[in-house]
């Protein structure tokens, strides 16, 4: 969610078809500011179409930068016999659309998919994801020049996963991480609170049984405005 607006870019259209489009969806709000539940708005294409373009992918991570009003992406498969992407892009709103290329593609050896992304106090953070038939664990955060440098985390964390989800709080300094596919291609229901503040994870509790998550995959997650 970008301000105003949601977009999104890229993703799979079918076996063996990959986008590099990006849509946007405004609010349409009235005169006095408030929105119509019953008409959220219209989809519109982005004229993108000058300058350079990123790739068609799918399983790439993005975060939303709204000092700059733009939309980072990073990362990203093409193919399951193509090494990953390792490129990272920023796609300004501010005026009229244009991409801009952060970092350029290297050889594959650090590229990543199906990770975790969000916009933690001022810049992207990227959670695991996979590496081939690696799966990962680490915690990195976007540099200005769009590479990737790890954070040292306190105590225990998160076991390496793929396809999970991970939101912000409102202070955008808190993320929690939900679920995914751990290295044993299992589905987890595992849960996890980093504060950036002091750099340590925080396992959250299960619950009662009959109240415990199902273990899952893909799935969507977001953070509630008011919560902490």
Same mark, same amino acid.
């Given at each position: 969610w970008a301000d105003d607006r949601l977009i999104v870019f890229g993703g799979r259209c079918g076996e063996g078809c990959l986008l590099s489009d990006a849509w946007e969806l405004r609010d349409s709000a009235s005169s006095d500011g408030s929105v119509s539940? *019953? +008409?959220? !708005? $219209?989809?519109?294409?982005?004229d993108v179409s000058s300058g350079e373009q990123p790739e068609p992918r799918?399983?790439?991570?993005?975060? &939303?930068?709204? *000092? =700059?009003? %733009?939309m980072l992406i990073h990362g990203g498969e093409q193919s399951s016999a193509a090494a990953p992407l390792d490129?990272?892009?920023?796609? *300004?709103?501010?005026?009229?659309?244009? &991409?801009?290329?952060?970092? #350029?593609?290297?050889?594959? !050896?650090?590229?990543? +998919?199906?990770?975790?992304?969000? &916009?933690? =106090?001022?810049?992207? #953070?990227?959670?695991?994801g996979a590496r081939g038939a690696e799966t990962l664990a680490d915690l990195s955060v976007m540099q200005s020049d769009g590479e990737l440098a790890s954070l040292l985390a306190v105590g225990t964390g998160p076991q390496a996963t793929r396809q999970h989800r991970a939101a912000v709080s409102s202070s955008g300094d808190r993320l929690v991480l939900v679920g995914g596919v751990d290295a044993e291609n299992a589905d987890t229901? $595992?849960?996890?609170?980093?504060?950036? =503040? =002091? !750099?340590?994870w925080t396992a959250l509790p299960a619950?009662? #049984? $009959?109240e415990t998550l199902?273990? %899952? %995959?893909?799935? $969507?997650? *977001? &953070?509630?405005?008011?919560?902490n």
């Open positions: 539940p *019953t +008409f959220p !708005g $219209s989809w519109k294409l982005l799918a399983g790439h991570a993005a975060a &939303w930068d709204a *000092t =700059s009003a %733009r490129d990272t892009w920023a796609l *300004t709103l501010a005026g009229d659309p244009i &991409w801009t290329l952060l970092k #350029a593609a290297g050889d594959g !050896g650090t590229g990543r +998919f199906d990770a975790a992304a969000c &916009w933690l =106090s001022g810049a992207m #953070a990227i959670l695991g229901a $595992s849960a996890w609170s980093y504060e950036a =503040s =002091s !750099g340590e619950g009662p #049984a $009959s199902t273990p %899952r %995959r893909g799935h $969507s997650l *977001t &953070w509630m405005a008011g919560s």
